[in-house]
């Protein structure tokens, strides 16, 4: 039987052309709607206008005592009699209600002042006076920047905030300036960041081709979103939130009372990760232990957590003994063990993984399950290590760090930049996605993302806030959820709240085995009747 012909409008042609006409349609119908509201735009008005003299007439009869009702009546009745006699006077009635109600109907929303005002003149002209010396040479003979100029010329666009700062700028700029230097660019950051004003981030957008540079001022990320059950896929793990234009997917979170949909900064992890560990830097009470607790209760779902802390302070007491925590070691000799037996279990389950696929089958349910290792400032535990002689527990994160994702298992380490250096090469070579929390530098950020940041990094910034790298990726900026400590006393009773509801449930105790009792029961003797 001979095969038929799909129809035209599923093949590819048939619904590109299908896309064409409906783009097209919508154009007309958009184009109609605009050419009727302007043919009937003065119907529109003479009828807004009669509505409103309509409504000022009912609420003055309103208004009108009920005694003075009558005398009202008799005046408009002898007005409407003397119009009526009058010559031409219906028609100059007609002509002066219509004139009446254009004016009635007229748009009255004030109208936005076009050009900006003496003050944001002035902040534009010294903006403008600031980029003289870096925009212009003695030997130009027309500098677009000179002393004493017009800003118009060099600022095409402008926005300014409720404030009056600046929020949106489109600089022109000459082609000699060398906008393919980091050094020249950097200059021209810091200065447009001073004279836009302090305290904020701000975005660069560089168009080398246009010779164009569009200053961004950025709104601050939301800080307060509490820890919750994220919508992932299993392997999905959810770092922060960055600006809604940084990422093509959003996810609907409780924001208080609201129901809101923010873009997430989504790591994924597994066998099909290309970054399957984690590197996380920052200052001291920048977020980083807030992290790992983030991270930690999102893997609990799924999988287990193996928590190494090496800072000793408790910050994650609150996991202990619960479902899918394996250990919380905070000892050098409980951290070398747990990570012998991690790097062991990592050779174990490749083995299994290997057996499996020689013989056809899928690989064991124990080998699928994720396995998370969580390091916490491996620095301290190898200062201990040395002193006493002993291993680096860095050593036996290799097999981990190595074959990780062949066998599920993640790694996550975690360390203040005061000892950043200790890391081992082996942490810094297999964590490809990274994450800088805290005040920063921009040399400091690119030192652990190996980018520089793309907005200017503020002084001063809430805990959790920072940036994120996932391998070669861009970089974003990034605000971890609020995951404090339940067990803390200056946690809030909304946030432990929060943060108990994702604990699992404790571990229930092995009772020891009751004691078999070996002695002889204690029978009766029953009297012996004689023969």
């Not at 009446?100 to 903006?127: K, M, N, V």
Request: charged residues 25%.
């Amino acid at each position: 039987m001979a095969r038929r012909p799909l129809p035209r409008i599923l093949s590819k042609d048939g619904a590109q052309l299908a896309r064409t006409q409906l783009a097209r349609s919508r154009e007309l119908a958009r184009t109609a709607a605009d050419s009727a509201t302007d043919v009937l735009h003065p119907l529109i008005t003479l009828s807004r206008g009669l509505r409103r003299l309509a409504l000022a007439g009912r609420r003055r009869w309103a208004d009108t005592p009920k005694d003075r009702r009558g005398p009202l009546l008799f005046l408009v009745a002898c007005l409407v009699l003397v119009v009526v006699l009058a010559p031409y006077g219906p028609l100059l009635a007609v002509v002066t209600v219509m004139a009446a109600a254009g004016w009635q109907g007229r748009d009255r929303t004030p109208r936005t002042p076009e050009g900006p005002d003496e003050s944001q003149t002035e902040r534009l002209q010294a903006l403008y006076e600031a980029l003289v010396p870096y925009f212009s040479v003695p030997e130009d003979p027309a500098p677009l920047y000179a002393h004493g100029g017009e800003w118009h010329k060099a600022v095409p666009t402008h926005e300014f905030d409720d404030a009056g700062r600046v929020a949106h700028l489109v600089l022109r700029y000459p082609a000699y300036f060398p906008d393919g230097e980091s050094e020249a660019r950097a200059r021209i950051e810091r200065v447009l960041t001073a004279k836009a004003g302090r305290g904020r981030e701000y975005r660069f957008g560089w168009d080398e081709e246009g010779n164009q540079l569009t200053v961004t001022a950025l709104a601050p990320l939301p800080p307060d979103i509490v820890a919750q059950r994220f919508v992932t896929a299993p392997g999905e793990t959810v770092l922060g939130f960055t600006d809604p234009d940084e990422v093509q997917r959003t996810l609907p979170l409780s924001y208080g009372e609201e129901q809101l949909d923010v873009p997430p900064v989504v790591w994924r992890t597994g066998t099909r990760s290309t970054e399957p560990h984690l590197l996380a830097v920052g200052q001291p009470g920048s977020g980083t232990s807030t992290l790992l607790r983030s991270l930690a209760l999102q893997a609990l779902r799924c999988g287990d957590v193996l928590i190494v802390d090496g800072g000793g302070t408790g910050e994650y007491a609150c996991l202990t003994g619960r479902d899918g925590v394996l250990a919380v070691e905070c000892a050098l000799p409980g951290a070398l063990a747990s990570l012998e037996w991690a790097a062991q279990e990592t050779e174990r389950r490749l083995v299994a993984i290997n057996l499996a696929r020689q013989a056809g089958d899928p690989p064991p349910a124990d080998t699928r399950r994720p396995l998370w290792v969580l390091l916490d400032r491996p620095s301290v535990f190898a200062h201990l290590a040395e002193v006493d002689g002993r291993e680096d527990p860095q050593a036996l994160l290799r097999v981990p760090l190595r074959h990780g994702r062949a066998a599920n298992v993640t790694v996550v380490v975690a360390e203040h930049f005061d000892g950043a250096d200790a890391l081992s090469d082996a942490v810094r070579q297999h964590t490809r996605a990274r994450v800088v929390l805290g005040p920063t530098t921009e040399r400091q950020v690119e030192s652990v993302l190996g980018a520089a940041p793309p907005t200017t990094p503020p002084a001063h910034v809430p805990p959790g806030r920072g940036y994120a790298r996932l391998g070669q990726g861009p970089v974003h900026r990034l605000q971890v959820p609020r995951t404090p400590d339940p067990y803390d006393d200056a946690t809030s009773d909304a946030d432990r709240g929060a943060v108990l509801d994702l604990l699992p449930p404790r571990r229930e105790a092995v009772r020891a085995p009751e004691p078999i009792d070996l002695t002889k029961p204690a029978t009766a003797q029953q009297p012996v009747a004689a023969e």
